[in-house]
């Protein structure tokens, strides 16, 4: 069973529809880069995938689940909030701009929601959020407030936290677009050990290093619908389509 | 080679010692303003019609005392009542539901829009448009309680309700602007996170908003603790009420007046103590944590 599986999912805002059709299918243990100029709806499919945004057509199925919606014989349901959380819980999701809790220390970000979404004790929550602070290398920031930590350090907090409720699947949008180049290095070091680890991942990116390294399925996308998917070898390095050469010559 | 644009030999290594600028009509204006208020204390205190050894007589007067204590628990008690139920008016407000969203905004035009003197009048004399207050099933006979109207709302009681609703009017758009103030990239972290709207607003919009929060409700809290005043319209002994009943039989008005006027100063000053400390609490991982509380003047940018 695919980990995930987007059928033909399509997503309007007002008028303006952002995804045209959109279907993916990603395995579980591998790793998809979503690439594509900007505004083409990579961002907005990922986005869907957890129900952060809520869809027009089309399915999203995570683990075999159908997402946000309960399937009665033909008819659709919405689901209450509470069960769509409960979905959320076994996805972890990383922003582009961090976005951690800023009222409160690393440690704290990492441990919050552990202790009051799962329950999980807190001397065992805030253990497991130090096991998780080394991992990312960040062991002696701990009781640092965000706003005392770079920006890449940010970063690797936030996937700390993600990974602390222990995720099937791990969504990343553009995880380092608002950092500075020397900090990249670390966070994509971070991913890269992720994926080595056999984490399911889905990456919104323009390192095409990263991509390329990492990726075992990269989809590019323009204007809401996707040109063209395949290996890196296939997509990156021969593409098929003019748009996708056109647009791999532009970030490389 | 750059040439010089004046012909020196010196390379001014040394650090610049210049004489400060002085600002002499500053010092003017403030030469004069410290006249006037020396002309107003000199004023006052040889006045005949002003008798001091009054104010020192009634300043620790029992009833004052004791109406100053009143005061400052009905404002305490309205000030909570009005916090709770202005959050649940913001959070009604920002809701999809139309009628939630309705009727927090009639709520609030309703509270604001008329004055607080009238409300409290309205509060007190209820038993005129209601003469018995009744606890029940509606639409049946069962009855849980009854009791005349004016029984059951004593003055404090009714002033309590007419300073929380029209405070909550107030207070709730504070709270509004509050929880606003936080970036939407926090409650989209909290989503992907699993958690839900209440333990959301709970955990991580509230202690974020509370910074945004805090310093206009320390305002609405001295502004609370004044409209106490105008309870003595529906005769609560508060401070004022008891600083009237006393002028009224000795005809000392303005020196107990000025008693009042004391411990409302007094008060105030008191309540910007739990302030700093709330600020300072939920300025965490945001405020400049080594910021001090106060600097003296005169003293510049040193550091």
Same mark, same amino acid.
């Given at each position: 069973m695919p980990m995930v599986e987007a059928i033909n999912v399509k997503k309007r805002f007002g008028s303006n529809e952002v995804l045209k059709g959109i279907s993916l299918r990603v395995e579980p243990g591998q790793v998809l880069c979503l690439i594509g100029?900007?505004?083409?709806g990579k961002s907005t499919i990922l986005r869907c995938l957890n129900h952060l945004e809520s869809i027009n057509a089309g399915r999203i199925y995570v683990d075999g689940t159908l997402m946000g919606y309960r399937e009665e014989g033909s008819a659709l349901h919405e689901m209450h909030p509470r069960d769509i959380a409960a979905q959320r819980q076994h996805i972890g999701m990383v922003f582009q701009r961090f976005?951690?809790?800023?009222?409160?220390?690393a440690l704290q970000n990492i441990a919050e929601a552990p202790i009051g979404? =799962?329950?999980?004790?807190r001397e065992e929550a805030l253990e497991q959020a130090a096991q998780l602070l080394a991992r990312v290398g960040?062991? %002696?920031?701990?009781?640092?407030?965000?706003? =005392?930590?770079?920006g890449g350090q940010q970063q690797r907090v936030a996937i700390a936290r993600a990974l602390a409720m222990k995720p099937k699947l791990m969504l990343f949008d553009?995880?380092?677009?608002?950092?500075d180049p020397e900090l990249v290095g670390d966070v994509l070091e971070v991913m890269k050990q992720l994926a080595k680890e056999g984490m399911t991942m889905i990456v919104v990116t323009h390192e095409m290093g990263f991509a390329r390294e990492v990726a075992d399925q990269v989809v590019f996308m323009d204007d809401g619908r996707i040109v063209e998917v395949g290996t890196p070898a296939q997509?990156? %390095?021969?593409? =098929?389509?003019e748009r996708t050469t056109a647009f791999i010559r532009s970030v490389l | 080679m750059l040439e010089r644009c004046v012909l020196t030999d /010196? *390379?001014?290594?040394d650090e610049i010692v210049a004489k400060p600028l002085r600002h002499v009509w500053r010092w003017v204006v403030g030469a004069f303003l410290l006249l006037g208020v020396y002309a107003l204390c000199w004023s006052i205190a040889t006045s005949? *019609?002003?008798?001091?050894a009054v104010f020192g007589k009634y300043v620790f007067n029992g009833l004052i005392i004791d109406g100053a204590i009143k005061t400052v628990w009905i404002t305490a008690v309205s000030m909570i009542v009005a916090t709770v139920l202005a959050t649940l008016l913001a959070i009604m407000r920002l809701s999809t539901n139309p009628l939630l969203k309705g009727f927090s905004i009639a709520f609030v035009a309703f509270f604001r829009g008329t004055p607080l003197l009238l409300q409290i009048v309205f509060w007190g004399f209820l038993g005129l448009i209601w003469p018995l207050t009744t606890i029940g099933i509606p639409f049946?006979?069962?009855?849980f309680f009854q009791a005349k109207t004016s029984d059951v709302m004593s003055p404090i009681f009714a002033g309590i309700i007419a300073l929380s609703l029209n405070e909550a009017a107030y207070a709730s758009e504070i709270v509004r602007a509050g929880i606003l103030s936080v970036d939407v990239g926090q409650t989209e972290a909290a989503k992907s996170l699993g958690m839900g709207a209440g333990y959301t607003l709970r955990r991580i919009v509230l202690p974020q908003a509370m910074r945004v929060i805090i310093p206009p409700m320390g305002n609405e809290t001295i502004s609370m603790l004044k409209s106490t005043a105008m309870l003595s319209l529906v005769a609560v002994t508060e401070l004022y009420t008891r600083a009237q009943i006393i002028s009224a039989t000795n005809y000392k008005q303005v020196e107990l007046m000025a008693v009042a006027g004391f411990w409302y100063l007094i008060m105030n000053a008191i309540l910007s103590v739990p302030q700093s400390y709330l600020e300072h609490r939920y300025g965490?991982?945001?405020? *400049? /944590? *080594?910021?001090?509380w106060f600097r003296l003047p005169f003293r510049g940018a040193k550091q």
């Open positions: 100029p900007s505004g083409s976005n951690l809790f800023p009222h409160l220390t979404v =799962q329950g999980v004790p960040l062991s %002696d920031k701990a009781d640092h407030y965000p706003s =005392q930590l770079s553009e995880p380092t677009s608002a950092l997509v990156i %390095d021969n593409p =098929q389509h | /010196q *390379n001014f290594a005949p *019609n002003i008798d001091g049946t006979d069962i009855v965490k991982g945001v405020a *400049n /944590q *080594n910021e001090r």
